[in-house]
């Protein structure tokens, strides 16, 4: 599993970053935008959006705000710390979209598995210098022991250079945001499809 995550203020720029991913081959993108862009303001945008994911057959999901998912008609959310409890955002929700959530620790997760959660995802594998795999390994042998049926993913400082050493830590899956491309100076498109290739011959 392979997410992309686009963090920008700019309406126009976050199109244009995501149809980047997109053109990459990643089929999952979420957008996260900083409060001062509106719902309002970020609806078309996501609508218009939605139409190159549905042609790339891939899902959008937007961060913390569940009424703009409903509204736009996106995939999911994905809820981070201190965002609307998992029970609230699925009695709005309803049934269909799916659910993330943001962990960094087996506690929190054992709060939350027995809600309707279809993922957890870990954050941060990397904090600059630090490495927090280990805690990621410690989370994901909890995970495993306990039968938590829903997947892990991780996300955090992940590059071509270090996204195995995350799925070794026991992630099964991955999310990157444009530091990818910084990492090796090359393009958007061209980081995502040569980490989807890496991916794909481990």
Not at 13 to 18: R, S, V
Not at 55 to 68: Q, S
Not at 132 to 141: F, G, M, V, W
Request: hydrophobic fraction near 45%.
């Amino acid at each position: 599993m392979l997410q992309y995550i686009v963090k920008s203020d700019n309406v126009k720029d976050i199109l244009a970053e995501a149809r980047q991913a997109l053109k990459g081959g990643c089929r999952w993108i979420e957008i996260k935008a900083p409060a001062a862009l509106s719902d309002e303001i970020l609806k078309p945008a996501l609508k218009e959006l939605l139409e190159d994911v549905r042609k790339a057959e891939g899902m959008l999901l937007v961060a913390d705000r569940v009424t703009l998912c409903k509204d736009a008609g996106c995939d999911g959310v994905q809820l981070y710390r201190d965002d609307m409890p998992v029970s609230a955002a699925r009695m709005e929700l309803e049934a269909a979209p799916i659910i993330g959530v943001t962990v960094n620790s087996w506690e929190e997760i054992l709060r939350q598995y027995r809600l309707d959660v279809d993922f957890f995802r870990y954050e941060p594998a990397f904090n600059g210098e630090i490495d927090n795999l280990p805690l990621l390994r410690e989370i994901a042998d909890k995970v495993a022991e306990n039968d938590v049926e829903r997947p892990l993913a991780a996300t955090g400082g992940i590059t071509c250079d270090n996204f195995r050493d995350v799925l070794a830590a026991g992630a099964v899956g991955i999310a990157v945001d444009s530091s990818l491309a910084q990492a090796h100076d090359e393009s958007l498109t061209e980081a995502v499809r040569r980490l989807i290739g890496l991916m794909g011959r481990d």
